[in-house]
């Protein structure tokens, strides 16, 4: 959903680049599904946040090192498999 917004901006601008669309389109899916520093971003966060017993806090700390990984890995692996 949040997404939808961001898509046409991604297309615009790999056609003003010049370059292949679809890995700056990888590039805002991911960063539109990585929301990992609240429990409120995702269903499954929100649902093992209270029978879990966890508190805000963890998901800032595993959050982080999570969305770190994701970036790295996205801007990593998304230009070898997906050439612009």
Excluded: E, H, K, Q
Excluded at 17 to 25: I, N, Q, R
Excluded at 27 to 34: F, N, T, W
Excluded at 40 to 55: I, Q, T
Aim: proline share 8%; hydrophobic share 55%.
């Amino acid at each position: 959903m949040r997404s939808g917004l961001m898509m046409p901006i991604g297309l615009a601008t790999a056609n003003d680049l010049g370059v292949s669309p679809l890995p700056m389109l990888l590039g805002v899916a991911m960063g539109a599904s990585a929301s990992f520093l609240t429990p409120f971003a995702n269903g499954v966060s929100l649902m093992v946040y209270g029978p879990g017993g966890y508190r805000f806090g963890d998901f800032w700390r595993l959050g982080t090192v999570v969305l770190i990984w994701t970036l790295i890995v996205t801007v990593l692996v998304t230009p070898l498999y997906w050439p612009f």
